[in-house]
Nanobody, 119 residues
Framework: QVQLVESGGGLVQAGGSLRLSCVAS????????LGWFRQAPGKERVFVAG????????LYADSVKGRFTISRDNAKNTVYLQMNSVKPEDTAVYYC????????????WGRGTQVTVSS
């Protein structure tokens, strides 16, 4: 069964920190790339960060480089997104996603968690 469940969203002040978690089923986690995307109101869903199974290798959108960190705990089937120095423009629904081994072709998605940054 494919399942990705996000948590950790909420309201945070600008400049603060938040950590998102995504617990995945074995099928959607093991040996797969995991990633985070976000969708702001009225905008398209965009890539935020990804982490491969091998290495692992990480990739970030320019808008979050130096502020966000993606990591994975393979023993817990969990991927995290540590968000520091958040800005109001980080406000969005954040989605966890999964892709085949060492690719970024995401094919499994969670339902999302809301992050709101107040100024």
């Amino acid at each position: 069964q494919v399942q990705l469940v996000e948590s950790g969203g909420g309201l945070v002040q600008a400049g603060g920190s938040l950590r998102l978690s995504c617990v995945a089923s074995e099928r959607s986690f093991s040996r797969r790339t995991l990633g985070w995307f976000r969708q702001a109101p009225g905008k398209e869903r965009v890539f935020v960060a990804g982490i491969t199974w091998s290495g692992p290798r990480t990739l970030y959108a320019d808008s979050v480089k130096g502020r966000f960190t993606i990591s994975r705990d393979n023993a817990k089937n969990t991927v995290y997104l540590q968000m520091n120095s958040v800005k109001p423009e980080d406000t969005a629904v954040y989605y966890c996603a999964s892709a085949p081994t060492d690719t970024f072709d995401y094919d499994y998605w969670g339902r999302g968690t809301q992050v709101t940054v107040s100024s």
